[in-house]
């Protein structure tokens, strides 16, 4: 038995097969899983990237670890908070208990935690002091620009490869397989770790250097806070015009107003089944996070002497809204509160 309390000893081909029986159903999907079923088979063997850490298994490493213990990857989990560990064991992943024992062997170190100051503590005081430059690090962590510049360095001074490759999807993109990666770092690298890409998402973008991934996904979610803000008052404005919300929605998405705050996180409950307002505006992506990341983008703005007007104006609705108690209400939310303001105004109920 090695250093993880669980599989350890199975031969890596012997996870490929539940995952085949799982996923294979007969119907469209059974073919798509049988496609990546065959690609992950031949790339496991084409790299022979087998063996997996995973440090941080939360809302979103755990299903992600899911997905690669299911292909058929070796994948041993570390996690301060030791029952998000025992909830993965019944899918093939090796629960341990330390940082060191996680990252022992392992061809791929994967991160994905809460923000810059635990993917440090990471990567110095464990990583570094007890890794082996023969495995490739992979932060999946959404981090300040300037961290993941300063740890890429680092770690590279240590010797190591290292990718930042932030996610886009959220939770139910990350229990579909289908996030979508951001990358920054060396291609070559990328090319070795879209074994694991492919199987925890649908699309890898290569962004450019170290740090990248990170520059490009700080820009992406900064440009979707403001487009909600102003999708948000747009409806605010129809409604005290007297045009219904549905009007709105049908000529909108049909015209130039068109945008992923729209058709797919409508902020009016009842247009868009699927959006988090027509299911109480539960997550969907958090204010929480929205609010993070609008942070991470403008200090970047910050240390680059830019001025973000709109950035800055729309940072303030989701710190207002965080600030009254909804930081675990999906960000489209922040409709509920022009709301509040506007009946503020007029004295209204
Ligand atoms: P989470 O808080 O659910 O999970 C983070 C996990 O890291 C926790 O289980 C925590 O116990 C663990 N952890 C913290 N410090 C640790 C350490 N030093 N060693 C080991 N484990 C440690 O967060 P999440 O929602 O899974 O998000 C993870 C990252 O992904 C964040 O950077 C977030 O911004 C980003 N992200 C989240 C979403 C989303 O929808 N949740 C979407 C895209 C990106």
């Not at 902020?267 to 929480?288: D, L, M």
């Amino acid at each position: 038995m090695g250093h993880c309390d669980k599989n350890q000893s199975q031969p890596w081909l012997f996870h490929l097969l539940p995952a085949a029986s799982i996923n294979i159903d007969g119907n469209q999907s059974g073919f798509y899983a049988l496609e990546r079923f065959i690609q992950t088979f031949l790339a496991l063997h084409k790299y022979k990237m087998k063996n997996i850490a995973i440090i941080g298994t939360g809302n979103m490493g755990a299903p992600m670890s899911v997905n690669l213990s299911e292909a058929g990857f070796t994948v041993n989990a570390y996690d301060l908070v030791t029952e998000k560990l025992d909830a993965l064991t019944p899918h093939g992943i090796n629960k341990c208990s330390s940082h060191e024992e996680a990252i022992r062997n392992a061809d791929i170190i994967l991160t994905m935690l809460p923000s810059g100051d635990e993917v440090k503590d990471v990567y110095y005081r464990h990583v570094s002091q007890s890794g082996d430059t023969k495995s490739l690090l992979v932060d999946s962590s959404t981090i300040d620009l300037m961290d993941a510049k300063e740890i890429h360095s680092a770690m590279k001074a240590k010797g190591f490869s290292m990718l930042d490759a932030p996610v886009s999807g959220g939770t139910i993109g990350a229990a579909n397989g289908a996030l979508t990666f951001m990358v920054g770092g060396d291609p070559n690298d990328m090319k070795d770790a879209s074994v694991i890409f492919d199987v925890m998402g649908k699309t890898t973008i290569h962004c450019g250097l170290g740090g990248m991934g990170q520059a490009a996904k700080m820009c992406n979610n900064m440009m979707l806070g403001i487009q909600m803000a102003s999708v948000a008052e747009g409806f605010k404005l129809a409604q005290h015009c007297g045009l219904s919300d549905e009007k709105l929605f049908d000529v909108a998405t049909q015209s130039s107003g068109n945008c992923f705050s729209l058709t797919t996180f409508c902020p009016i409950p009842g247009i868009v089944a699927t959006s988090p307002s027509s299911n109480g505006y539960q997550p969907g992506f958090s204010t929480e996070l929205m609010l993070k990341d609008m942070g991470l983008a403008l200090n970047a703005a910050n240390n680059a002497g830019l001025k973000l007007q709109t950035a800055i104006t729309a940072k303030e609705i989701y710190q207002a809204f965080s600030d009254q108690g909804n930081d675990h209400k999906d960000f489209s939310a922040i409709f509920t509160s022009l709301q509040s303001s506007l009946n503020a105004r007029t004295g209204e109920e």
